[in-house]
């Protein structure tokens, strides 16, 4: 069954850095073009960031463009997103999510995991 | 700066049909926006209902339908059940950036 598991998430300090993992199983990964969505706490879900099946084209929210950046190792099944220079806007429960069927079309998602900023 | 909007919330009695919507700043929503649309329940991940206007997942329930309503992007959910109360959001592509309504709070009473 296809899985996606979130991890990475923490507590850190406004200014900082943070990467998240996503890690994929029960479908072939290096096929599929995969999102970040962000949720800040009891607000709606946020489009973070796209990235190709492949790595090759990458699209990313407003909000955190120049700041964060997806990537991806299909040799290891992983989806990652580099969150630079945070602020306080950025806490939320980060999902990844896979692509299927079309450009909008995100079939499964992970549990989530947590980034809260504070000083 | 894209904005999407939807029904802030909406009522509905069992067994009742509701229709939720999804507009876009841009102009009218078409199939090339490829709208989908995702329930989440309290302490959950979203899931999936549709995706491409009206394509439907093989775990969403066929009394739930999606369309293209007067420029924008419908939801219906038909025989209401008390586990449809839930938030509804929709999300449409615009040409490599996606973007996500606000959501709908569904509520069964």
């Known amino acids: 069954q296809v899985q996606l598991v979130e991890s990475g998430g923490g507590v850190v300090q406004p200014g900082r850095s943070l990467r998240l993992s996503c890690t994929a199983s029960g479908f072939t990964f290096s096929s599929y073009a995969m999102h970040w969505v962000r949720q800040a706490p009891g607000k709606g879900l946020e489009w973070v960031a796209v990235?190709?099946?492949?790595?090759?084209?990458?699209d990313y929210a407003e909000p955190v463009k120049g700041r964060f950046i997806i990537s991806r190792d299909n040799s290891k099944n992983t989806l990652y997103l580099q969150l630079d220079r945070l602020t306080n806007d950025d806490t939320a429960e980060y999902y990844c999510?896979?692509?299927?069927?079309?450009?909008?079309?995100?079939?499964?998602w992970g549990q989530g995991t947590r980034v809260t900023l504070s000083s | 700066q894209t904005v999407v909007t939807q029904e802030a919330s909406l009522t509905v009695s069992p067994g009742g049909t509701v229709t939720l919507t999804c507009a876009s700043s841009t102009g009218a929503v078409t199939r090339n926006h490829y709208p989908s649309w995702f329930q989440q329940k309290p302490g959950q991940s979203p899931r999936a209902l549709i995706y491409?206007?009206?394509n439907r997942y093989s775990w969403t329930p066929a009394r739930v339908s999606g369309s293209l309503l007067g420029g924008k992007a419908a939801l219906t959910l038909s025989d209401v059940q008390p586990e449809d109360e839930a938030e509804y959001y929709c999300l449409l592509f615009y040409s490599g950036a996606r973007v996500f309504g606000p959501g709908t709070q569904v509520t069964v009473l």
């Open positions: 491409s206007t009206v």
């Open positions: 990235i190709s099946y492949d790595g090759s084209k990458k």
């Open positions: 999510a896979r692509e299927s069927g079309s450009p909008a079309g995100l079939d499964y």
